[in-house]
Every structure is written in structure tokens, then in C-alpha cells.
């Protein structure tokens, strides 16, 4: 049984010059990313967060949550094997495995897996 978590995807790349792992959790890096855009929508005029909830239909309490579930969503693709492959040091490292794509990993792009991620979503919600 292999005892790597969410914790051994890898987000973003560290500066070697680094202390610690050389990556930030990918669910960390998510989390980051909704932060940032939560603070930058806070800094936005009332109208543009009004314009944006209407957009969606909601209210903005309510469309803020979807925009930031949103917004954290952007890198699941990274989640991916093929993406995680990409670092093969970090695979033996972690435990992690992924037999099929491990060593296709160059035509895997994380972009293509969240657009396909969110199409799939949206064919669902319809």
C-alpha cells in the first residue's frame, strides 16, 4: 500500500537554492492562487463585483464562492500522470506511480486535461 497523499502532487517548481521539497503542493498552489483572487476581487469596485454576480446569475456572496472554486481549479490537470511525470525524480521519491504514461509524458499538457475537465462539467451541469 503506498503512503503518498495529496501532498506528493507537485504544483509548481521551487529555486533550487531552496530549503526543503523542491515544489509546492499542487492543492497548496491552488489554495494560493484563490487567495490572491480573492483579495484582488475585495480591491475591486462594488459595480464590477455586482456586474460579474449578475453575470452568473447570483448573488455575489454567492458568486464569489464559484468564482474562487473556480479560480482554484485552474491547475487540475496537473493532477494528471502525464503531468506528474514530468519530474520522474519526484515519482521515485513520493512513491507515487503511474505505469502507463510514466514515460509518455511529453505530449501530456495539464492545460488539455483542465479544459477537459471543465468541458466535462459543464456537459454535466446541462
Known amino acids: 500500500m503506498s503512503t503518498s497523499s495529496h501532498s506528493d ?3 509548481k517548481a521551487k ?3 531552496d530549503e526543503g521539497p523542491q515544489y509546492h503542493p499542487l492543492a497548496l498552489h491552488c489554495l494560493d492562487v484563490a487567495a490572491c483572487a ?3 476581487l475585495a480591491r475591486e469596485p462594488e459595480a464590477t463585483r455586482q456586474r460579474m454576480a449578475a453575470t452568473l446569475g447570483l448573488a455575489w456572496g454567492e458568486a464569489r464562492a464559484w468564482l474562487l472554486i473556480a479560480v482554484a481549479s485552474h491547475d487540475l490537470g496537473k493532477a494528471s500522470p502525464g503531468f506528474q511525470a514530468k519530474w520522474p525524480n519526484l515519482l521515485d521519491q ?4 503511474f505505469r502507463v504514461l510514466k514515460y509518455q509524458h511529453q505530449s501530456c499538457l495539464h492545460q488539455s ?6 468541458f466535462a462539467r459543464e456537459k454535466l451541469a446541462k
Open 9 to 11: 502532487l507537485w504544483g
Open 15 to 17: 529555486p533550487r537554492t
Open 38 to 40: 480573492d483579495a484582488i
Open 94 to 97: 513520493t512513491g507515487l506511480s
Open 113 to 118: 486535461n483542465s479544459f477537459c475537465a471543465g
